[in-house]
């Protein structure tokens, strides 16, 4: 039996959001807000931009988010009341204007729906901010690496170390120059910026890791690496600072449902001890953590994203 249409369902409703919201407000020690399509223009998209073939830039009418979000803390949102919640990175913000930014990759059915939406357009469900904040202490020498869409994750955290007084070293990569993303943008905030591609088309021909493992053998003196990109590549670059003893954190992107530390969908092991990304997290020290298990959790529904992915498609070709 629906619950819908009883005399029950507003007090219901409103009971559940007001215990989601105070529940992550307590957990992540900021009070999450939830902007729900009808509320007068939020969630509104104001400016929507492809940064490549596949990176999209949306900025999104958020006011109550983009006044208190930090650096490394994210937003859930859902395109429409039917669609799943997906959880993205606030890479900016502007209080005044009461909006929030954020830079996705197109890489399944719900970022598809995301970047076929057009400006103007407004997203059914906006959740944040979410997670803990980035620890922003003045470091020392800091080295910023971020690659592919992890550059947009990486660049409000460089921003921040960059304005608390760190002397910042950004490596950024991709796997060829067209796709490169944010390369001003990051020129801006550092102190010295390195590039490579995989394929040697811009910058250094190899990984970001050999970037870093040059800056080593140079002989900078190294106080903190933050690493945000593939899996593979934070794994890289996370042994790599092991053998040195540099302190690394990742940003750690597992699948989420309801992002409060409830469902447990995000469990990671950090230290031999189990975590919820939501909020223990997302960002952790990437000496401890267990990649292997981030790596089988993030494939157990290969399948049924393929498969609606491949609806969507169907759909849009009808
Ligand atoms: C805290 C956090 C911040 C993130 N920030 C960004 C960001 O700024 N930009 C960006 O492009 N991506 C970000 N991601 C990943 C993004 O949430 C997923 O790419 C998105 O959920 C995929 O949804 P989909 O339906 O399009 O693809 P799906 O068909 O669901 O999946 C495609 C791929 O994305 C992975 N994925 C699916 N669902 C999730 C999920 N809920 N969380 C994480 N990975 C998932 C799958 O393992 C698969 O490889 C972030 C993830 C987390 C946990
Ligand atoms: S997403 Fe449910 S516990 Fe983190």
Known sequence: MSLKGTPWFPFLY???HAYLISHAGNITRVRAVI???????????????????????MVIEAPDVAKK??????????TDEKGERIPLTIV???????????????????????????????????????G???????????????????????YPITKALKEAGNRVISIIGARTKDILILEDEMKAISDELLIATDDGSYGFHGFVSDVLQNLIDRGEKIDRVVTIGPVPMMRVVC???????????????????DATGMCGA?????????????????????????FDLLTSRLRMYYVQEKEALEYIRCECNE
């Open 132 to 154: 803990r904040p980035t620890e922003i202490e003045k470091f020392g020498t800091t080295v910023c690496v971020g690659g592919g869409v992890g550059i947009g994750v990486v």
């Open 69 to 78: 979000r930090k650096a490394g803390q994210f937003i859930v949102l859902m």
């Open 92 to 130: 900016d913000s502007d209080s005044e204007k009461g909006t929030v930014t954020i830079i996705f990759q197109v890489v399944g059915k719900t970022t598809t729906c995301l970047s076929d939406m057009k400006e103007g357009e407004s997203l059914y469900c906006v959740l944040g901010p979410l």
């Open 266 to 290: 995000c469990r990671v092991s950090v230290g031999g001890k189990t975590k919820f990304a939501c909020v223990d997290g997302p960002e952790f020290d990437g000496h401890e953590v267990d």
């Open 35 to 57: 902007h729900q399509k009808g509320d007068l223009n939020l969630n509104r998209i104001v400016e929507t931009e492809f940064l490549s073939h596949a990176v999209v830039k």
């Open 239 to 257: 042994n790599l600072t092991k053998h040195y003893n540099i302190k690394t954190i990742v940003s750690l992107n597992p699948i989420m449902v």
């Open 14 to 16: 409103g009971l559940f």
